[in-house]
């Protein structure tokens, strides 16, 4: 299974004798200089019908002012497989060298900013070695999530062994690109009841989605609505930046949905589905027919019972106006956080230099002891008591007590009593599903919708996608899953939206996830669900370590921190299809080579 969604494509140097000749458009090309691979492209007849016409041709000529071009290295300073950031003057970019070919393209990943240069190169495709994302080379094309936006690729020659690279100023300073895509050809009338395709939740499946059918040449009315009240947002930050606003969280702008003919309702809450005739209904009493559904309404709050539900000051962080308030009310005060899942030690670990005390509750005797082991779980529990925060383990709220409505005190089952003036519930959740109940679309015990690998449900015409889904995963022999990771629910939106298209594609993907506590970074890829065994590479105490889950004799993933990239080349290997075998990695912990599987660089498939 390869680990990216398309194939490495061929890399070409481009040598040029002549430097500005003709100043071609270079952005109305692919980077490798052919014919935009988009030109010939048409949307499913099923779907859609549009042209070439569509969207207005890019210009034919830039001026010479816009490039800047420099002697960068020398043939030989760079040998296969080996990448380097170099300097243009007008910015840096990223120069690799692989099968003796060189390209260039831009050096930090559009995701979070990480140094690309530092990440894993392999076939064709460079791996972040933050968050797993993945882009080929040649095209600079985002392959595998997360993220949404692709590199900017540039021209290079050679010159009496000298490496030119030509590059447009305004890419080496975005470091970003979108892909082209479609407009609706159709006119619009935004109180139609009817869209082609309705995508119930903003985030990153249904933005990928949408996104994905306009990249793909669909050309129909598409309408994302969403409870939420603005554009999407990185939900993952809210719990490590309490204070940024929706504006500085934002994914995309309502101005770059417009231009690309994505509608989006917010305050829109669906309420119920009526597959036979293919309808939702809102909160509001409006109503909208469909041809296609995605629903991705991701998760709630798993709820709890105690008592004293009417008192104030106790959150579920959902939105930025939830991290803003919790923020604002612990500065210099005390703070519970009841749970012990990603979002409560994030909480709590952000609230550590504001509040006056932090409290953890939590059930579990230490923190992701399911998720990623008792050894891990001590190691961060440890973190947080140097950070002066306190942990109530084996223990459960029993009462909340409050003045006026105001939180006073959280009160343990133990019969310990907490000061709180401010109380985060982060104890984990729940599929939103709830308004399905009625609709016929098949849904587990828990609630979980169950999709095929196209993401498509038991309903005609119905996809889904992201936290609320059990889906097949390749990986476990097709074992129907939930993966309710933010890079997971990217993957989900593009296969539906090709699913839709009547284009089937594979899932090839490894689930990839982070979580950032003290400055400090968890990075994990793999599905370790059930794992019966941790090998523990480093040094835990020092909170450098790599730690390899093993199901039986293969290792079904990793975690580290401080150890980049080594989460990232690890997903590369898990990707390519090849098995490591637990034995190769205990070998490997007696001989005090943590992180090292360079050996496994050169195998083959097993």
């Not at 970003?176 to 479609?182: G, I, V």
């Not at 009817?194 to 309408?223: K, M, N, W």
């Not at 889906?471 to 990217?490: D, E, G, L, S, T």
């Not at 979580?515 to 400090?520: E, N």
Request: hydrophobic share 40%; glycine share 10%.
């Amino acid at each position: 299974m390869g680990g990216c969604f398309s194939k490495p494509k061929p890399v070409e140097v481009k040598v040029e004798l002549s430097l500005l000749e003709k100043e071609k458009d270079v952005d109305g090309l692919s980077p490798n200089g052919k014919a935009s691979p988009f030109a010939d492209c048409r949307p499913n007849g099923a779907l859609g019908h549009g042209s070439d016409d569509d969207s207005t041709p890019p210009p034919l000529y830039h001026k010479a002012r816009d490039y800047v071009e420099a002697s960068v290295c020398h043939v030989k300073d760079l040998e296969n497989g080996q990448m380097r950031e170099v300097d243009l003057g007008s910015g840096r970019a990223l120069l690799i060298k692989e099968h003796g070919e060189f390209s260039a393209m831009a050096h930090k990943c559009p995701h979070y900013g990480a140094p690309l240069v530092k990440g894993v190169l392999s076939k064709g495709h460079v791996r972040c070695p933050w968050h797993g994302a993945c882009f080929d080379i040649a095209t600079g094309d985002l392959e595998d999530f997360p993220g949404l936006d692709s590199l900017p690729t540039f021209q290079v020659r050679v010159e009496k062994d000298k490496v030119i690279i030509r590059a447009n100023k305004q890419a080496l300073q975005s470091q970003k690109r979108s892909k082209p895509m479609a407009r609706c050809s159709a006119v619009i009338n935004s109180s139609s009841g009817f869209s082609h395709v309705l995508i119930i939740g903003s985030g990153p499946a249904g933005l990928v989605c949408a996104e994905t059918l306009r990249q793909e040449g669909f050309t129909d009315r598409i309408v994302m609505c969403t409870k939420d009240r603005h554009p999407p947002y990185d939900r993952p930050k809210l719990s490590k930046s309490l204070e940024s606003t929706a504006e500085q969280l934002r994914l995309r702008s309502m101005d770059f949905l417009q231009d690309h003919d994505i509608e989006l309702l917010v305050d829109k809450e669906a309420v119920s589905i009526d597959v036979k005739t293919r309808s939702v209904t809102f909160e509001d009493g409006s109503r909208m027919e469909y041809k296609k559904l995605f629903i991705a309404t991701g998760s709630k709050p798993k709820p709890m019972v105690y008592n004293g539900k009417d008192v104030r000051n106790v959150f579920h962080l959902r939105t930025p106006e939830d991290a803003n308030s919790i923020a604002r009310l612990a500065n210099n005060k005390n703070a519970v956080i009841v749970g012990t899942s990603y979002v409560g030690m994030e909480v709590a670990a952000a609230l550590t230099d504001k509040a006056h005390s932090v409290s953890i509750i939590g059930i579990e005797s230490v923190p992701f002891k399911k998720a990623l082991g008792e050894k891990v779980g001590k190691a961060v529990m440890k973190l947080f008591e140097v950070n002066r925060v306190k942990f109530y383990m084996l223990n459960e709220v029993s009462e909340m007590i409050g003045q006026h409505g105001q939180l006073k005190e959280v009160v343990l089952k133990s019969g310990k009593v907490l000061r709180a003036d401010v109380c985060v519930i982060g104890a984990g959740s729940i599929p939103a599903t709830g308004f399905l109940k009625q609709s016929g679309i098949h849904m587990d015990s828990r609630g979980f919708i169950t999709v095929n690998k196209m993401m498509q449900t038991n309903a005609d015409g119905v996809f889904a996608g992201g936290d609320v889904v059990v889906f097949p995963f390749p990986p476990r022999h097709n074992k129907k899953v939930n993966i309710p990771h933010w890079q997971m629910a990217h993957v989900h939106g593009r296969v539906a939206a090709l699913g839709m298209m009547g284009r089937p594609a594979d899932l090839k993907t490894v689930p990839y996830f982070w979580s950032a506590m003290f400055g400090k970074t968890i990075r994990y890829a793999g599905y370790g669900d059930g794992f019966d065994d941790v090998i523990i590479q480093g040094d835990l105490d020092e909170l450098r370590f790599v730690a390899f889950y093993t199901r039986g004799e293969e290792v079904v993933a990793v975690a580290s921190m401080n150890y980049d990239p080594i989460v990232s080349r690890v997903a590369e290997v898990l990707g390519s299809g090849k098995t490591i075998r637990k034995r190769d990695v205990e070998i490997l912990a007696r001989l005090g080579k943590t992180g090292d599987i360079s050996w496994l660089i050169d195998k083959g498939p097993q």
